[in-house]
């Protein structure tokens, strides 16, 4: 059996009284001497126990001629070990020490519990743990008010654990659902047509919800093992199938590329053989280009260097036909002024006031501007034959109103008319003077308004 060392305590003052709890402090300061043997199973509880010397300790501990240390619970002595090589107040103290220890932790948990913010369940599971060191503890104290403390801090707890329970079963079932959310995301991106995926779109999408599933299962609480391996396993079919789709789609995309590539490059070496024809290859080029438009797409940098090289072999054909254009409307500049003067020459066809000789001046005009010849370029010809047009109009304006003037029937019908208007207007004339003769101002009025608008209609007709 160890023996303590003999070490002299000098703050026996601190030793705890009943029922009271010792500072960490007190508790630092009380020396440690080596631990005695367990006690026996038999041993026997002396009749007449020594008085210990540590002030309190009596009040719950006692030690017999032999050193057998003994702890009060309720009205029962309960042997808690034997030092027989020391004093009575050291195997006392020793045990006392014990009874700290226990205390202590007592302490620490309430504390914990009063200050918040620790997990009730955890606190719970270690009063619990700790119930089970108190009872039945080797120590000297009051061991029946600590277990009474931690009985009662245990029960104190457990509407706060089931609480604590409730409400990380929430958070549990809720990061359920948003990891579910995030697995039928990327699913629906599975599920749709590759060929209608805008893949740059959908691959940043993807990688995107990778990022929220990693940060989720970081800082999101834990799920239950088979839930998360079941929600991973979706996660990870749904990616390959995105991924198998997207390398089965460029695959295939590459193939179209290569296609339209060797398409085109024939379609520029036709092009390039039409340039010996000049001009006259221009509907062929065109013919050309509708094949290419056809022919689909080879990527974009080759695209850019493909058309390149066709453009430039139209450019070739249209730059033919940009020439003869320019030797034609060098041509054209006397033909032009030509037209200029014959149309200086037509405006003043509109003061002549015989309209048969207007017009022989005109028609004289227009055999002359057909006799120059076509101008170039065209939107030039355009605007001067509209100019010309404008003054043919205009005298053809002046035919029409000197027919409609002259024409035989038209003139019979307004003689007839200028009759029926003559006899309405001496009809009213002689009802207007019934009327200021009966002194019936509105009867003579409406015959006024009656003659007024009859006259306003023969003066129309030109009577």
């Known amino acids: 059996m160890s023996t303590p060392d003999n070490t002299t305590d000098n703050t026996s003052t601190d030793a705890p009284k009943p029922g009271s709890v010792p500072s960490p402090a007190a508790f630092a300061k009380r020396a440690k001497p080596a631990a005695p043997t367990a006690p026996a199973a038999d041993a026997a509880v002396p009749a007449t126990p020594a008085v210990p010397a540590t002030p309190g300790a009596s009040e719950w501990g006692r030690v017999d001629e032999n050193g057998v240390v003994s702890v009060r619970e309720g009205e029962d002595w309960r042997v808690v070990g034997e030092y027989p090589d020391g004093t009575h107040e050291e195997a006392l103290q020793y045990y006392v020490r014990k009874f700290d220890e226990l205390a202590f932790k007592v302490v620490a948990i309430e504390q914990r519990h009063q200050a918040g913010g620790a997990s009730a369940s955890a606190l719970r599971s270690q009063a619990a743990q700790l119930k089970s060191e108190v009872v039945g503890a080797a120590a000297v104290g009051d061991l029946k008010g600590l277990e009474e403390r931690l009985v009662s801090m245990v029960d104190a707890l457990a509407e706060a654990a089931s609480q604590e329970a409730a409400a990380q079963r929430a958070a549990v079932d809720a990061a359920i659902a948003e990891r579910e959310a995030i697995v039928e995301k990327v699913e629906a991106l599975a599920a749709r047509d590759p060929q209608q995926v805008q893949w740059k779109q959908a691959t940043a999408e993807l990688s995107a919800l990778f990022d929220q599933w990693q940060e989720h299962q970081k800082n999101g609480p834990r799920l239950p093992k088979n839930t998360a391996q079941a929600l991973w396993k979706r996660f990870r079919d749904a990616r390959s199938t995105v991924e198998r789709a997207r390398r089965a789609f460029f695959a295939e995309l590459d193939d179209v590329h290569k296609a339209a590539k060797q398409t085109k490059t024939r379609l520029i070496e036709r092009a390039e053989a039409l340039s010996s024809q000049g001009e006259d290859g221009i509907p062929a080029y065109r013919n050309l280009l509708d094949e290419w438009k056809r022919s689909g797409r080879a990527g974009r940098k080759a695209d850019d260097a493909l058309w390149a090289r066709f453009k430039a072999a139209g450019d070739v054909l249209y730059g033919a036909r940009h020439e003869r254009d320019l030797?034609?409307?060098?041509?054209?500049?006397?033909?032009?002024?030509?037209?200029?003067?014959?149309?200086?020459?037509?405006?003043?066809?509109?003061?002549?006031?015989?309209?048969?000789?207007?017009?022989?001046?005109?028609?004289?005009?227009?055999?002359?501007?057909?006799?120059?010849?076509?101008?170039?370029?065209?939107?030039?010809?355009?605007?001067?034959?509209?100019?010309?047009?404008?003054?043919?109009?205009?005298?053809?304006?002046?035919?029409?109103?000197?027919?409609?003037?002259?024409?035989?029937?038209?003139?019979?019908?307004?003689?007839?008319?200028?009759?029926?208007?003559?006899?309405?207007?001496?009809?009213?004339?002689?009802?207007?003077?019934?009327?200021?003769?009966?002194?019936?101002?509105?009867?003579?009025?409406?015959?006024?308004?009656?003659?007024?608008?009859?006259?306003?209609?023969?003066?129309?007709?030109?009577?």
Not at 363 to 392: H, N, S, Y
Not at 434 to 441: K, V, Y
């Open 327 to 463: 030797a034609e409307q060098e041509e054209s500049k006397p033909r032009i002024e030509a037209r200029e003067a014959l149309l200086a020459e037509a405006t003043k066809v509109a003061d002549i006031a015989d309209l048969k000789a207007a017009r022989q001046t005109l028609t004289d005009i227009q055999r002359r501007w057909d006799e120059t010849g076509r101008v170039f370029p065209r939107e030039v010809e355009r605007d001067l034959d509209g100019r010309m047009r404008k003054i043919e109009l205009a005298l053809k304006d002046r035919e029409d109103v000197d027919w409609k003037r002259n024409n035989p029937e038209t003139k019979a019908r307004a003689n007839d008319m200028e009759s029926q208007l003559r006899e309405s207007i001496a009809g009213f004339e002689k009802d207007l003077a019934e009327a200021r003769a009966a002194g019936d101002e509105k009867a003579a009025k409406e015959a006024q308004e009656a003659i007024d608008a009859r006259t306003a209609w023969l003066r129309a007709i030109g009577a």
